[in-house]
Structure formats: C-alpha cells, structure tokens
C-alpha cells in the first residue's frame, strides 16, 4: 500500500468539454473566485440530465481534494447534490466523490478519492462535475467557483502511473483467466497463468472450485467451508449484514410494584451492575420525584424513594437530564421544566443534585449553577459524561426565566425567539464550570475571541470516550428543524461540521429531528442509534411512524434499521387489550443502551391522544445480525440442495431419503419462507427431463438462479416431430427415462461421461452462452455418426464412449433405436453441463461470502464487451 503523499497544491486546468450553458454564464466562469459577482459562475440552460463540467489538467496528477466557492448570498441554484468523476480518460471514469453544498456563502472542500482499492494512489487526468439537484429544484444548476488540490510533480506522478498500469494489468488478466475458466479453455487458463505469473484466486479457492464445481464432491466442501468459516474468513460478510429488530414488551407480575404512566422522566444505566435507575417526569397531572432501580437480570423494578424531596432530593420535575458516572457509581441531575405560572424569582434557580447509588443518598452540589459560571435554568437539553477526565458536558436547552407579561410570553411564543444555552463543561474534582462555547445570539459571540455555536433544544449530543469527542445532530430552534451534524473535539476545544455520505440524496436517508429524536453510542462498534417517533408538532404528524436508524461512524453513513408498521391506535393503551408486537408512536419517552448486553430499553412517553394519558410500556429492543452459525447453516442447506436436485435426476429413492434427513435437519421449521422452499424442493421428485423438455419447468428456487431460457434444457436444440418416426422416438426417449427415474441402476451413464472440462459459468454467462448453444449443438451432430464420438472445443474434449450406448442397450436394430439412442445421449449430455452451471451458480454464491482479496474478480469480460 502506498504511503502518504505530501506537498499538496493548487492544480491548474482547462474547460474540456460541458453539457450547455445559459446566457453570459460561461464554463470558464469556475475559474475565478469572485463571491461577490452574481455573473462569475457557470449556469446550465435547463436541470435535465445529464448536466456536467469536464475539467482537464495539463498533466496526470494525484487529485485529493476539490474546492467549491460560493457566491456572498444564498442562491436557489447552488448544488443541493453532485457527483465528481475522475479518470485518465475522458470516457472512462470513476466515481470519486457523491455529496450536497450547503446553501450559504461559506466555500467547501471536499476529499476525493484518490486510491484504489488496493491502496495504491490513483492518477486522473480528466473530472468531471455533474450536477444531480439544486436547492431550487425546478432551477437550473450554477456552479460559482472550482479548485482542485493535489500533487502533480513529474517523477512522483511517473512512478504511480507505472505502479496503476501494472495494478490494471493484472486485474485484465485475472478478467481472462476468470473467463478461459468459465468457458472450460483449460489450456488457455494453464498457458497465462504460466506465462504471467498472475493468479486468479487464493490457492483456498482454487481448491474450493476443484472440489465443488469439477468432482462435485459435496461432502468435502461443507467441511471446507466449515474451516472457512471457524477461521472468521466469512466475518466481514456477516459484518455487513443488516441488523434485524426484535422488540419485547418485558411484562412483570401485578402484584409486583413498578413505575406508573410519565412522560418527560429520565433514564440511565449502570453497566457494570445492569441496573437502570428512573427518575420523575410528569404523568398527565403533576410532575413526579419518583426514584426507581430495573435489575435488567432479574427483571424486576425496584422504588427507591417515592418522594426524593423527602430525603434531600430534588423536587417533582420533568424534562431534566440525567448521566452516571461509572467510577463513582453516582447519579447526576441537571435541569427541569416550569410552567409559566410557576416561573417566579424564587423558582427560577438551576440546582444541581448527585444520588450515589451505593449508600442510597442525595446530596445538592449546588442550588444554583448560573451563580457560579454554569448554565441558567434549562430543559431539552443534553448531558454527557467523560468519566475518564471526570468532566460532564451540557449543551442546548432553552433558557427559563422569570415571569412576564402575558403580551410578551404570548410574542415570544409567536415568534419562536426563545433564548437558548450554550456549551458548558463541569469538572467534578475541582466543582468548577466553564462555558466552552456560547450561544450564537449570546451578546458576547460577536466577538471575535468567542466561539460560538448554533444552540437548539430536543437534540441529541452523545461522547465518544476512544474519539475523545462530542457528536451533536437535530434538534430545534424557533421553528427551524436543525440538520447539521457537529463535531466537537474535547481535547483540542475543536468545532466541526460533518456531512453525512448519503444526506443530500433525500431527507428520508436521515432520521428526522424533532421531539421525538432519543439516540444512544456503541464505541465500541463506532455506531450510533437513533429512535424517532411521533411529532408534537402538528405540521409534522405525516412522520409520526416509530423509526430506528443506525449512524455508522466509520462509513459516515445512516441507514433505517427499522421502521414502524403500528397504527398509532386507542388499543395499546388500554391495559384489557392483548399486548401488540411493538411500542405505538410516542413523545417524551426515553431510551437507554446496555452497552454489556447490547439491548435497548424503552419506557413511558406520551402517546399523543390527549392531553392527561401518558404510557408506562417498558420495552427491548435487540439487534442482530446473522452470526457464524446462521452462516454456516446458509451454507450446508446451499450445498444439500444442490447436491438433492442432483440425486433427483438419477436415483428418485435416493432423493426422498436424502430430502428427508439431510435437507429436512438444516431447514429452520419455524421460517415459513424456509418451510416453503423445503416443500418446493419435495415437488422436483415429480419432474422428469421428458417433461421439462415439453415446455414445463422446474420450481424456481428462493436460493438458486433460474436456467428457464438458458440452455439449460434437453429440448432447447432438438427439432420439432414432424413425422411418425419422430413420435416413436419421443415415446422411446420417455420409455428410457422411465425407467431411470424408477430403476436404481449400479453406474449411471452420466458417470461414464468425462466432464472435467466442462464450463463453469457465472449468472450472468448462463443466461446467453456461447460455449453451451455450441458445445450442443456439435454433440446433436456428432451423436448422429456410429463408434466412438469425439467433440472438441478448444481446448475443452468432452468424450462419449462407445460404452455409453451399451448401457442403453444400444444395438442398431432400428431407426427408432437409434434415433432414441441419441437422443437421451443428447438429453444426458444436456442434464450434465446444465448440472455443471448449476455448481458454479453455487460456487458464486459461496465467494460472494468471502473477502474479495481471496477470490476471483466480481466482474466478468462480457460486462466490457458490446456488439
């Protein structure tokens, strides 16, 4: 793999080719940075696809990053979502980079792929700039300003084009020895690998091809795969696999005490102990300062106190924060909401509170943080803890204060002008707050030795203790959705942006922000997780579907786990009803993660019918993947039912025991879509190759690539009866066939037939194949001429000894014979290459299960040939 490069620079280019343009806004345009000119840009005539810019360099250069400028206003026909293209031709090019502009004034660099999958670095000559949406979707594209970055020294630029011309030699010749391979060129394959020292695959996977596609040999190869599959060659696969939802609704006895309906509480998890502790929120009528304990092992809550106030504690509240600290094995609580009626001097204090689970006591930190350098009274704020460094974040949150005039509260509300809380940290060792970054509207943010930040409430921020770092995402402001997705480096004090890889396409690529947004962190898996539910705001109760979504931090990527088919109904909430499959949609509810057993638990919110009901549903949410076992069972069923389909075509009896105990073991009875295919392949015992040859097919498989239309039968290269001699043939070939399907004979003629160098095929060469209709059609030929028949093609002999007429009783007595004779010659011929694609389908499906390092090329040389 190739090392870092360095001594990155402005790289000069010239306009090569563009799709149109309009008016006075020429291409060239992109070559001047001039934000404040609203005619210095490029801008297409019409948004029909496709539109591009094609940029030409002077030379070959290492291209690792692309500039945008922008012009000083917002503009309706600024790149929503583009693609960026590279290539050292113009006519063949690779995607290096797919994203979305901000609609602002602030100029954006973006990091383009510049290796290759191997990691070598990948010299362009050409990119191409090819607009897919523009924030006005019914305008036309402009692009304002391009730069491109990177390396173009001579003798550097030299020696990386020989490393890639010598990366795409061979991965040509692994395309034609991939392909002499399919098509059975046997000498062919042996003379290249030979002459170019290249090989196609590992050593592994020659043999697994060997052994599978050329012997057949069934039994060996699940014990191959079972090595494979031991040594964790199969995990990143798994890896990869989509995480499947299960939700439980955890019921505990009646007479076992358990918290009531709330909405606006908190929750927060021991994984040490996994314990999870409740506290307050508000059950339709008053706030509660309830404290409860789950023992996630025993399955059983626990009250603590049911009026903390009572023992020190804090007073009834919702909408407050809460984190633990591992170390300490402490509670902390931070903030609460007030009615407007209750908003008075007296009240308006931010008190702190501690709960040490251990000696089960409370104790006030402080009784008002805002007094002593931390935030004032908030809610809908967030609170993360950095147990290493002992320091606890907030951020967010709307700002609570004192009562006013009813004009004015009713104005602000009006106007959404709300005051909001900025960044604070609070280390505490030392019981010391600093605030790290202030509000954007803040009176000090215009200075220009404060930093500021974008404050919203409802959002998430989450701290990654190995990144050392905060992500923040969502949220609300006023009446603005908030969808950035913030950064923020707790150790180096900085603030960044990050664009997710599949944002801009489509809103619905992302969670919606809002009310409902309750996210959690795996740092070890570098994921985030993300529930959304029902909106409070009725402009948005078109989006009130429960929906999981998993942020990957290392593909930079969100993807929807799960989304709700719950109709958000009377039913659930109603304790005589039969408990449903999953939670209905919700507010104010909250979400932890026992990072130990790695399961989410769900309790209470607000279902949104009225204005008193709240829930007191406690759900799990587990998710899975498929494991080693899963896989390994994948591909023994794989393997078995190739091997049954085979059994079927010489020895029925065989089959039915074969069905019965080898297949029916690996068959999941409890998967109806498994229990359907096992009784689809039961049917095959009634297909002969007479009938599939008249027109009827096989069952097509859930797992296995149809071959109707493919060469695959018999009949595909005989001619149609056109006299009585033909019929008497026809009734011969189905006498013959009779009686193998009925007669368990010792040897087979399908075993006299050396079939070693047969084509293996991938799918997409068993749909249109050359090899097959020709292979056939000079066996049709042959099998007409008496002795020995010989077929060569290429370096591919299939030969049909003359024993192979005796075991049908061959003698020329008539015609009829004769012509029967060849014909089931023909058919078994047919049935043996058919069973040869068939092995290679599977061996595909096999590869497709390992690393990509390890195995032939996906891609075929016919994906580059067009006639």
Excluded at 298 to 315: A, V
Aim: proline share 4%.
């Amino acid at each position: 793999m190739a090392g870092p490069i360095s001594d990155i620079k402005k790289l000069e280019y010239d306009i090569h080719k563009y799709s149109s343009y309009s008016s006075s806004y020429l291409p060239e345009n992109i070559r001047e940075d001039n934000p404040s000119n609203q005619t210095s840009r490029w801008s297409s005539n019409t948004n029909t696809p496709p539109q591009f810019l094609i940029l030409k360099l002077d030379r070959p250069a290492i291209v690792t990053r692309i500039k945008f400028g922008k012009y000083e206003k917002t503009h309706v026909c600024n790149l929503r979502k583009f693609k960026v293209l590279g290539g050292l031709e113009e006519d063949r090019m690779m995607l290096l980079f797919e994203g979305g502009l901000k609609n602002d004034s602030v100029p954006e660099i973006f990091n383009l792929k510049h290796r290759t999958n191997s990691g070598e670095l990948l010299p362009i000559k050409f990119v191409q700039i090819v607009p897919l949406l523009s924030w006005g979707p019914s305008f036309n594209f402009c692009i304002w300003y391009v730069e491109l970055l990177g390396i173009e020294d001579s003798m550097f630029i030299l020696t990386n084009l020989r490393k890639y011309n010598m990366l795409r030699e061979v991965e040509i010749v692994r395309l034609f020895l991939k392909h002499c391979r399919q098509q059975g060129y046997v000498r062919a394959f042996g003379v290249l690998q030979e002459e170019t020292g290249v090989l196609l695959e590992d050593d592994k996977m020659t043999e697994l091809h060997e052994i599978l596609v050329n012997r057949g040999d069934f039994k060996k190869t699940e014990e191959m795969l079972m090595d494979f599959i031991a040594r964790g060659l199969m995990d990143d696969y798994l890896e990869r696999q989509e995480y499947k939802p299960h939700w439980n609704l955890q019921l505990t006895s009646e007479n076992e005490p358990r918290p009531g309906r709330r909405g606006g509480h908190q929750l927060i998890i021991d994984p040490q102990t996994s314990t999870i502790y409740l506290y307050g929120g508000w059950d339709g009528n008053e706030d509660l300062s309830d404290l409860w304990s789950y023992d996630v092992r025993s399955n059983r809550w626990t009250m603590i106190h049911e009026r903390s106030e009572l023992f020190d504690g804090p007073t009834p509240r919702a909408c407050h924060k809460m984190v633990y600290d591992t170390s300490s094995s402490q509670i902390f609580m931070l903030g609460r909401y007030l009615d407007s009626a209750s908003r008075t001097e007296e009240n308006i204090n931010s008190d702190f509170y501690l709960y040490n689970t251990v000696t089960k006591s409370w104790f006030m930190i402080c009784s008002d943080t805002s007094q002593v350098g931390g935030p004032q009274l908030v809610f809908d704020h967030q609170m993360c803890i950095d147990v290493e460094k002992q320091t606890i974040y907030v951020f967010g949150g709307r700002i609570l204060e004192p009562k006013v005039s009813l004009s004015f509260r009713n104005e602000e509300e009006t106007t959404g002008q709300y005051r909001y809380s900025g960044l604070f940290s609070y280390h505490i060792s030392t019981h010391t707050w600093t605030h790290i970054l202030v509000d954007c509207e803040h009176p000090s943010a215009s200075s220009p030795h404060v930093q500021s930040i974008r404050s919203r409430v409802t959002h998430s921020m989450l701290f990654h203790h190995k990144h050392r770092k905060l992500y923040i995402f969502g949220g609300q402001r006023g009446k603005e959705y908030m969808v950035d997705f913030l950064i923020y480096d707790v150790d180096s004090n900085e603030l960044s942006s990050m664009t997710p890889e599949n944002s801009n396409a489509d809103a619905k690529n992302v969670p919606q922000s809002g009310f409902t947004q309750r996210a959690t962190i795996d740092c070890q898996k570098d994921e985030i997780y993300v529930l959304t539910s029902l909106s409070k705001e009725k402009e948005r109760r078109d989006l009130n579907i429960n929906s999981f979504w998993l942020f990957s931090l290392t593909k930079k990527e969100w993807s929807c786990v799960y989304k709700s088919e719950h109709s958000n109904g009377e039913n659930c909430y109603q304790k005589n009803q039969s408990p449903c499959h999953e939670p209905c949609p919700r507010y104010a509810h909250q979400i932890v993660y026992d990072t130990t057993n790695q399961v989410h638990f769900l309790f209470g919110g607000n279902p949104g019918t009225n204005s008193n009901l709240r829930l007191d549903d406690f759900w799990v949410l587990k998710l899975e993947k498929p494991n080693r076992e899963n896989i390994l069972r994948y591909c023994k069923y794989l393997l078995r039912k190739q091997e049954y389909e085979e059994i079927t075509k010489n020895d029925p009896l065989s089959a039915i025991v074969y069905l019965q105990t080898k297949l029916y073991d690996i068959i999941d009875h409890g998967d109806p879509v498994q229990l359907k295919e096992f009784h689809k392949l039961a049917s095959l015992l009634f297909k002969s190759d007479i009938t599939a040859g008249e027109g009827e097919t096989e069952p097509i498989s859930l797992l296995t690539c149809s071959l109707v239309g493919s060469n695959g039968g018999g009949s595909k290269h005989k001619q149609k009866p056109s006299s009585r001699e033909d019929e008497n043939c026809r009734k011969g070939e189905a006498n013959i066939a009779a009686k193998v399907m009925r007669v368990e004979s010792p040897k087979s003629v399908i075993d006299e037939l050396d079939t070693s160098s047969i084509s293996s095929m991938s799918s997409s060469d068993c749909s249109n194949s050359l090899a097959t209709t020709t292979f056939t059609q000079k066996t049709n030929a042959e099998s007409s001429t008496r002795g020995t028949n010989v077929s060569k093609t290429g370096s591919s002999a299939i030969k049909i000894e003359s024993t192979a007429a005796s075991a049908f009783d061959s003698k020329q007595t008539t015609p009829s014979t004769s012509h029967a004779i060849a014909g089931t010659r023909n058919r078994i011929i047919d049935q043996q290459f058919e069973m040869k694609i068939r092995r290679c389908l599977l061996f595909n499906k096999l590869v497709d299960l390992m690393p990509e390092a390890l195995c032939q090329p996906k891609k075929n040389i016919s994906d580059y040939v067009l006639l």
